[in-house]
Every structure is written in structure tokens, then in C-alpha cells.
């Protein structure tokens, strides 16, 4: 057991240490984000204290007013609040923004809204349009609106959501603790993943990629069970 927690522990300490050094706020937001979930299912208070007083000092530290704003930035490393004023990268060329991919993508998916323009269109026309070579627009679902049309699109979305409902069910239903702590950890997974989705698209990550699908295909194994209700028996 003590074997367990020492691995356990060091996992997460480096598993930390490599999303700080990623750069990524939405990987910073996601990440505390599942840790406030988990802490409040499992009922940890210590955990929720301390995961809403660092993003209280992180956000502090980047928008508070002065004079609160000054004294937080000498707690809080200008790594992070930098990186969430945007200070760290200023004066970005327009076309690099996820806002104006966004607007982009949404007006190719309005021109046409039930086929798309084709797998893999969204980076000729979007450096055709603003001469700056982006592989995919920072958003899988206006990726696919754009590129495949929105029957396709809901068609998908529909059916993983669909499967996320069946192992939410699924923890109301199953007796014991354990497995249900278990599945729990892989809806939460999965979710932080496709919430990432919405800033990124690591579909093109092959490795990321394939994290996600496991972790769906084990939610769908699981919720395809069937198990009584805990405090119901069920004959032999």
C-alpha cells in the first residue's frame, strides 16, 4: 500500500510539473478544474480549499484591481499571471488568434452547412483567406461543422454524449464503492479531454487521440453491464 502512494504521489508530481511547463492555460484550467471535481466527489474538503485558493491567487494575480493585484504578483510567479493576461505573447498577428479561427470556421460551416468543404479544407481556404498556415482551427467541433457539415457532426457528438450518459447512469446504479470510484475517474478523464477539445485538436496527436478513445470505449464496456440497484437483491 505505502509502495502504491509513493508511486501515486510521484506520478502526480511530475505528471504537474510537465503540464506547468506546457504553457497551456486551458491544460492549467482543465487540470484544476477535474481536481475540484474529484475532491468534491470524494468529499475532500482539504482539496477543495486548496484548489479554489490557487486559482483565486493565480486569477488574482492576473485581473484583481490594484492595490490587491500588486501584492498577489509578488506571491504568484509572472509565469502564470503573464500567460493568462496574455502579456508573455503580446502583439500576436490577428490570424494566430483562436477567436478569429473560430469566426472562420463558423462562416465556411453557414456557407455550407450539410456537407463541408471536405476533410482537411480548413487549412487551404483559412491560408488562402489570411496567408498563415494553420493545420486545424483550434476546435474540433467547428473543425468537423466546417469540414464535414452538421449531420455528420451531431451524428458524432450525439453518440459519444450518448455513451457518457450511459456510464453517468451507470454510477447512480452499481453497488460498489470501488468500481464506482473507478468509473467515475474515466468519465472524468474523458471529459477533461473533450473539453480540451474545445481549445485544441489533438485529434491529430496520435497518442492523445487514442488516450480518448480508450477511455470511451472503457465507459461503454462498463456501462453496458447491468447490476442491481445498491440495496436490491437479485435472485440466483
Request: glycine share 8%; aromatic share 14%; net charge positive.
Amino acid at each position: 500500500h505505502r509502495r502504491n502512494t509513493l508511486f501515486l504521489a510521484i506520478a502526480i508530481i511530475l505528471n504537474s510539473g510537465a503540464l506547468i511547463l506546457t504553457n497551456s492555460r486551458n491544460g492549467w484550467a482543465i487540470a484544476a478544474g477535474a481536481a475540484f471535481v474529484f475532491a468534491v466527489y470524494r468529499g475532500w474538503r482539504w482539496l477543495v480549499a486548496g484548489v479554489l485558493a490557487l486559482i483565486g491567487l493565480v486569477l488574482g494575480a492576473a485581473f484583481a484591481p490594484p492595490p490587491w493585484q500588486t501584492g498577489l504578483r509578488a506571491i504568484v510567479p509572472q509565469f502564470f499571471w503573464a500567460r493568462l493576461t496574455d502579456q508573455m505573447f503580446p502583439n500576436r498577428p490577428i490570424p494566430t488568434l483562436r477567436s478569429t479561427q473560430w469566426q472562420f470556421a463558423w462562416s465556411l460551416t453557414l456557407e455550407r452547412p450539410w456537407l463541408g468543404w471536405g476533410l482537411r479544407n480548413f487549412h487551404p481556404l483559412y491560408l488562402q483567406e489570411t496567408g498563415f498556415t494553420l493545420g486545424h482551427p483550434h476546435n474540433f467541433p467547428l473543425m468537423m461543422l466546417c469540414e464535414t457539415g452538421v449531420p455528420a457532426t451531431l451524428l458524432l457528438l450525439g453518440l459519444v454524449g450518448w455513451i457518457v450518459t450511459q456510464g453517468v447512469r451507470q454510477l447512480q446504479r452499481w453497488p460498489d464503492e470501488g468500481d464506482r470510484l473507478l468509473l467515475f475517474t474515466f468519465i472524468v478523464a474523458f471529459l477533461s479531454h473533450t473539453v480540451f477539445h474545445l481549445f485544441d485538436v489533438t485529434f491529430f496527436d496520435a497518442r492523445i487521440n487514442l488516450l480518448g478513445w480508450l477511455l470511451l470505449s472503457g465507459i461503454w464496456g462498463v456501462s453496458s453491464q447491468r447490476h442491481p440497484a445498491p440495496g436490491n437483491s437479485e435472485s440466483a
